[in-house]
């Protein structure tokens, strides 16, 4: 992958959300899935268009996380981080930003959904975690 | 002369009308823009696909060389990419929409040929008779169901109209979704069938039976078990020797001359412009495409198009509003094994009081997971978070959705033309697409997704939920109506023979000539119309 990358914190940032959209349970998340993969793979792909969004987005998040409970939203606890991306979702940001961040939260969840339950080829249903909780077999049948 | 007939487009109709005229002895040129193995026809890219194409699709046209112009009701219009809501896409390859559709095979009833006739012209609307009707089509259903090769259940199907022989393949095998719904449809009192497909159920012209493994629509059938024009009626024609195919091959125009005689076309292949000669031409490029080539090709005696000296050509443009319903069943139903649907009823299809035709139900194909969390979340659930992760995982199997094609009623307002400012990579004018269907459709459409949710919860679902149908354009790969065929010349664009009014050897032969497309997927009514066409066409050339 070359070109478009982000920040260790922004990444940090990517990987909780990424895991609040879609979380860890008895099966994996969609960071551990590879949700951020495949988000970067979009970015140096079709949508580069997106890449200053997904930056601004990233930071906002952040942003609203030291506003509510002054620590950075990889640090806070699930339920903290949830509470920040519902906000976001229903417009009640504490911070200002350039961009909307219901939209950008949006964006972010289509995407996470489509990396986790995607074809592992698209880099974010890494072993097809997705399929085999759901019972889905590319080949046919169930698994 | 370079050839007999020279072919647009090598889909449905265009690889039939090929291999007609070349096994009747004509040569034959065939010219299809896309390409043989356009990139990703083989893959699997659950996000790059003509069933779901997100950030790109697998089956042609090339993204960055194909723009089309579309309008909003509030006449805003901007530039489309051929993966795009808006675009219309259907595929562009040798095979095209055949290569990588689900393959439902179904014949039209006698009323859908007769729409006017049948219900009246509901108001503001364009909806009319065929000039041909369910007999003059029949033999030629029969045709394409044996040489291109359907599988199904003769006689099971209590609506549809006579068939003097039956399917050459047996019909697909039960699964738990048609058990349940068949449980339904008998409580109901609903007649029900095993779904008619362009599948191999057993081995049959040479190739083998399909693997049974869910990726049907929008993909290119892994073993070729799924029978499109571009494993059989393209292939034959090839056999000949008489046929030649010429992939990424671009029509920039039909030469005509003063008397409205057609003598060649001029196309790119690759960036080199070429031009043949022959004794007709034939479109067969898909309503959108076929309507551009003929306006594209004006002359000064036909300033507006070919065809186009009366203002139809483009009118009419309709495919199908799907409506249905989705319920959630206790126990899982889901066994993976393509191609998943299994079941229909047409009793929906006509005689409905108080509704303008209508269409038929059946239970969707293999649904994608990516498909699935985009649009078969029950309404009020959150998409993210550990519930709606919990929600998928069990619910993925237990979800049954029913839906089906409404009978498009028309409107000429819904339409092709030819945009003044934007040129395609050749330098070609290409599209603008404007207006909507009827809003009559809309009523048929609320009609029937109530049907679906009857039957759904007649079957033992403990949840239900549908969504309203919207109103717009609809065209996409059951696109159809732009060169409607009939007797008057200031009403339509083609006779029934799909002979373009006015002149003499010059046709369109594919969906654009259905006046009507019935609530029903077209590509089998597409097909018989290009035999039973292209027939007469090789008999009195």
């Not at chain 2, 194909?365 to 550990?386: D, E, N, Q």
């Given at each position: 992958m070359s070109g478009f990358t982000m920040t260790e914190r922004q990444l940090g940032t990517l990987r909780a959300a990424a895991d609040r959209i879609i979380p860890p349970d008895e099966t994996c998340g969609a960071a551990e899935a590879g949700a951020v993969e495949f988000i970067l793979r979009l970015l140096n792909g079709e949508l580069p268009g997106e890449r200053a969004?997904?930056?601004?987005?990233?930071?906002?998040?952040?942003?609203?996380?030291?506003?509510?409970?002054?620590?950075?939203?990889?640090?806070?606890?699930?339920?903290?981080?949830?509470?920040?991306?519902?906000?976001?979702?229903e417009d009640r940001v504490k911070t200002a930003w350039t961009i909307s961040p219901r939209s950008f939260f949006q964006m972010l969840v289509e995407h996470v959904l489509e990396g986790f339950y995607a074809d592992p080829g698209n880099g974010g249903n890494k072993d097809a975690a997705s399929w085999k909780m759901i019972g889905y077999r590319a080949e046919g049948g169930t698994w | 002369m370079d050839y007999d007939v020279i072919v647009i487009g090598a889909g449905a109709a265009g690889g039939i009308v090929a291999c007609v005229l070349a096994e009747a002895g004509r040569r034959v040129l065939l010219l299809e823009r896309g390409g043989d193995e356009p990139s990703g026809v083989s893959g699997r890219d659950h996000l790059r696909n003509q069933r779901l194409s997100i950030y790109g699709h697998n089956a042609?046209?090339?993204?960055?060389?194909?723009?089309?112009?579309?309008?909003?009701?509030?006449?805003?219009?901007?530039?489309?990419?051929?993966?795009?809501?808006?675009?219309?896409?259907?595929?562009?390859?040798?095979?095209?929409?055949?290569?990588?559709?689900?393959?439902?095979?179904?014949?039209?009833?006698?009323?859908?040929?007769?729409?006017?006739?049948?219900?009246?012209v509901?108001?503001?609307?364009?909806?009319?008779?065929?000039?041909?009707?369910?007999?003059?089509?029949?033999?030629?259903?029969?045709?394409?169901?044996?040489?291109?090769?359907?599988?199904?259940?003769?006689?099971?199907?209590?609506?549809?109209?006579?068939?003097?022989?039956?399917?050459?393949?047996?019909?697909?095998?039960?699964?738990?979704?048609?058990?349940?719904?068949?449980?339904?449809?008998?409580?109901?009192?609903?007649n029900t069938f095993p779904v008619p497909l362009l599948i191999n159920t057993i081995p049959y012209n040479g190739r083998a039976a399909c693997e049974r493994c869910g990726m049907c629509v929008g993909f290119a059938c892994p073993t070729d078990g799924k029978n499109g024009t571009q494993n059989t009626m393209i292939?034959?024609?090839?056999?000949?020797?008489?046929?030649?195919?010429?992939?990424?091959?671009?029509?920039?125009?039909?030469?005509?001359?003063?008397?409205?005689?057609a003598s060649g076309v001029s196309f790119f292949a690759g960036d080199k412009l070429q031009t043949c000669m022959a004794g007709a031409v034939?479109?067969?490029?898909?309503?959108?495409?076929?309507?551009?080539?003929?306006?594209?090709?004006?002359t000064t005696s036909h300033p507006r198009g070919l065809g186009n000296d009366f203002d139809q050509v483009g009118r009419h443009l309709q495919g199908h509003i799907y409506t249905g319903a989705f319920g959630v069943m206790e126990?899982?139903?889901?066994?993976?094994?393509?191609?998943?649907?299994?079941?229909?009823?047409?009793?929906?299809?006509?005689?409905?009081?108080?509704?303008?035709?209508?269409?038929?139900?059946?239970?969707?194909?293999?649904?994608?997971?990516?498909?699935f969390v985009k649009w078969a979340m029950p309404p009020g659930m959150s998409r993210w978070g550990l519930a709606a992760k919990r929600y998928v995982k069990e619910n993925f199997r237990r979800t049954i959705h029913v839906q089906g094609p409404i009978q498009d009623i028309p409107s000429a307002d819904a339409r092709v033309t030819i945009d003044p400012f934007?040129?395609?990579?050749?330098?070609?004018?290409?599209?603008?697409?404007?207006?909507?269907?009827?809003?009559?459709?809309?009523?048929?459409?609320?009609?029937?997704?109530?049907?679906?949710?009857?039957?759904?919860?007649?079957?033992?679902?403990?949840?239900?939920?549908?969504?309203?149908?919207?109103?717009?354009?609809?065209?996409?790969?059951?696109?159809?109506?732009?060169?409607?065929?009939?007797?008057?010349?200031?009403?339509?664009?083609?006779?029934?023979?799909?002979?373009?009014?006015?002149?003499?050897?010059?046709?369109?032969?594919?969906?654009?000539?259905?006046?009507?497309?019935?609530?029903?997927?077209?590509?089998?009514?597409?097909?018989?119309?290009?035999?039973?066409?292209?027939?007469?066409?090789?008999?009195?050339?």
């Amino acid at each position: 992958m070359s070109g478009f990358t982000m920040t260790e914190r922004q990444l940090g940032t990517l990987r909780a959300a990424a895991d609040r959209i879609i979380p860890p349970d008895e099966t994996c998340g969609a960071a551990e899935a590879g949700a951020v993969e495949f988000i970067l793979r979009l970015l140096n792909g079709e949508l580069p268009g997106e890449r200053a969004t997904y930056l601004e987005g990233l930071d906002g998040i952040d942003r609203e996380a030291n506003a509510s409970y002054g620590r950075a939203f990889a640090e806070l606890a699930a339920a903290d981080q949830e509470a920040v991306l519902t906000a976001m979702e229903e417009d009640r940001v504490k911070t200002a930003w350039t961009i909307s961040p219901r939209s950008f939260f949006q964006m972010l969840v289509e995407h996470v959904l489509e990396g986790f339950y995607a074809d592992p080829g698209n880099g974010g249903n890494k072993d097809a975690a997705s399929w085999k909780m759901i019972g889905y077999r590319a080949e046919g049948g169930t698994w | 002369m370079d050839y007999d007939v020279i072919v647009i487009g090598a889909g449905a109709a265009g690889g039939i009308v090929a291999c007609v005229l070349a096994e009747a002895g004509r040569r034959v040129l065939l010219l299809e823009r896309g390409g043989d193995e356009p990139s990703g026809v083989s893959g699997r890219d659950h996000l790059r696909n003509q069933r779901l194409s997100i950030y790109g699709h697998n089956a042609g046209p090339e993204l960055a060389d194909h723009p089309r112009v579309a309008v909003t009701s509030d006449g805003r219009s901007w530039l489309v990419s051929p993966h795009e809501l808006g675009y219309q896409n259907n595929a562009a390859c040798v095979g095209g929409g055949t290569r990588v559709y689900g393959g439902m095979a179904w014949r039209f009833m006698p009323q859908d040929f007769r729409m006017a006739s049948t219900y009246g012209v509901p108001e503001g609307s364009s909806l009319a008779d065929w000039p041909i009707g369910y007999d003059d089509l029949e033999p030629f259903y029969e045709r394409a169901e044996w040489e291109i090769g359907v599988a199904g259940s003769a006689g099971a199907d209590k609506f549809a109209a006579p068939r003097k022989r039956p399917y050459p393949l047996p019909p697909v095998e039960s699964n738990p979704e048609r058990v349940v719904l068949e449980r339904g449809a008998a409580a109901l009192g609903l007649n029900t069938f095993p779904v008619p497909l362009l599948i191999n159920t057993i081995p049959y012209n040479g190739r083998a039976a399909c693997e049974r493994c869910g990726m049907c629509v929008g993909f290119a059938c892994p073993t070729d078990g799924k029978n499109g024009t571009q494993n059989t009626m393209i292939p034959r024609a090839l056999g000949t020797g008489r046929c030649k195919l010429i992939t990424g091959a671009m029509v920039q125009r039909i030469h005509t001359d003063e008397r409205g005689h057609a003598s060649g076309v001029s196309f790119f292949a690759g960036d080199k412009l070429q031009t043949c000669m022959a004794g007709a031409v034939v479109c067969s490029a898909g309503a959108i495409e076929s309507a551009r080539l003929l306006m594209n090709s004006a002359t000064t005696s036909h300033p507006r198009g070919l065809g186009n000296d009366f203002d139809q050509v483009g009118r009419h443009l309709q495919g199908h509003i799907y409506t249905g319903a989705f319920g959630v069943m206790e126990e899982p139903v889901f066994d993976g094994l393509g191609p998943g649907v299994s079941i229909a009823t047409t009793r929906f299809n006509h005689h409905n009081e108080g509704i303008v035709g209508g269409g038929l139900l059946a239970n969707e194909f293999i649904k994608l997971p990516a498909i699935f969390v985009k649009w078969a979340m029950p309404p009020g659930m959150s998409r993210w978070g550990l519930a709606a992760k919990r929600y998928v995982k069990e619910n993925f199997r237990r979800t049954i959705h029913v839906q089906g094609p409404i009978q498009d009623i028309p409107s000429a307002d819904a339409r092709v033309t030819i945009d003044p400012f934007v040129r395609d990579r050749w330098g070609i004018p290409v599209v603008r697409l404007s207006g909507t269907t009827h809003p009559e459709s809309i009523r048929t459409a609320d009609f029937l997704r109530r049907r679906a949710e009857e039957w759904l919860a007649a079957s033992g679902t403990k949840r239900v939920w549908s969504y309203p149908p919207r109103l717009g354009l609809s065209g996409g790969q059951h696109q159809a109506g732009t060169c409607r065929m009939g007797d008057d010349p200031r009403a339509s664009v083609t006779d029934s023979w799909g002979r373009v009014h006015g002149h003499s050897n010059l046709f369109v032969m594919d969906g654009s000539i259905h006046v009507t497309n019935g609530g029903f997927n077209p590509v089998l009514t597409i097909m018989a119309l290009a035999f039973r066409n292209a027939i007469h066409l090789a008999e009195t050339m």
